[in-house]
Nanobody, 121 residues
Framework: QVQLVESGGGLVQPGESLRLSCVAS???????????ASWYRQAPGKERELVAL????????HYADSVKDRFTISRDNAQRTVFLQMNSLKPEDTAVYFC???????????WGQGTQVTVSS
């Protein structure tokens, strides 16, 4: 059974940094490296939105305009782990952050349980 476990969330002040991690268990690394890996977030009362995406092997990266130049997605395929480095955090970055990995054609599609990020002074 495949499970995604996120960690690294917390409460920080504006301008500080956090690094989120997402480990995929139950997936062979040779399969994981062929999957698209993404981070989404959902703030209270808002829809879930794509924050950052890493193509298979990490060759192509995509970021939401709101996080460009502040967030960086990366992956360690051998460790079946996806990271999200978040710098210069703002109060509007406050949300539950979810990890997602999926095959190129969309299925299978796996989600983590989410980790809370709160940016507040």
């Amino acid at each position: 059974q495949v499970q995604l476990v996120e960690s690294g969330g917390g409460l920080v002040q504006p301008g500080e940094s956090l690094r989120l991690s997402c480990v995929a268990s139950g997936l062979h690394f040779a399969v994981f490296r062929t999957y698209v890996a993404s981070w989404y977030r959902q703030a209270p009362g808002k829809e879930r939105e794509l924050v950052a995406l890493s193509s298979t092997l990490g060759s192509k990266l995509h970021y939401a305009d709101s996080v460009k130049d502040r967030f960086t997605i990366s992956r360690d395929n051998a460790q079946r782990t996806v990271f999200l480095q978040m710098n210069s955090l703002k109060p509007e970055d406050t949300a539950v952050y979810f990890c997602n990995v999926k095959a190129l054609h969309g299925q299978p599609n796996y989600w983590g349980q989410g980790t809370q990020v709160t940016v507040s002074s």
